[in-house]
């Protein structure tokens, strides 16, 4: 198994970054969180609540790729825990964002990935990895513009 984990302190309450995640519904939303970010739809429930479904469209490494995850667990103002599911589900085991309190007004928000790869397969797709880990930095870089600039 192998966890890519990326952290970024924001100055913004949990409170502030959990309801900007839940408040993404729209193309334009999920757009301005990463350039290469392309397209969202709920196709179940509401955005970020426990049994919702989401696709996500992106793209990682110069390729275009389309992600469906579930919703497994949310923790309000805490966490968010997803899987993929199929056919990402046979190599990504499960995702979260987790938002942990740090003084009056900020937080650390962690973004992780759990992915099925063995030695020989991560050595097959180095750079596509590498592509993710900067994909994620970017992400945590981005929320923490979008949430300090608009004071949320």
């Not at 937080?107 to 759990?114: G, H, K």
């Not at 945590?140 to 949320?152: H, P, R, V, W």
Request: aromatic letters at 12%; a positive charge.
């Amino acid at each position: 198994m192998l966890v890519l984990t990326d952290s970024t302190e924001i100055r913004s309450t949990p409170e502030k970054v959990f309801r900007w995640f839940k408040g993404l519904r729209e193309k334009a939303d999920y757009q301005s969180w990463h350039p290469e970010h392309v397209d969202v739809c709920w196709a179940k429930g509401e955005p970020f609540e426990k049994g919702s479904i989401a696709r996500f469209k992106e793209y990682i490494h110069g390729q275009l790729y389309t992600f469906t995850f579930l919703c497994t667990k949310v923790v309000p103002n805490r966490m968010i825990e997803y899987r993929p599911l199929f056919p990402w589900s046979v190599v990504m085991s499960k995702g979260a964002f987790a938002l942990e309190p740090k003084g009056q007004d900020g937080c650390i928000f962690t973004a992780t990935i759990s992915l099925r790869l063995g030695p020989l397969c991560r050595k097959l797709v180095r750079r596509r990895l590498e592509a993710l880990k900067q994909h994620m930095k970017e992400e945590g870089e981005i929320l923490k513009k979008l949430l300090e600039a608009n004071g949320n």
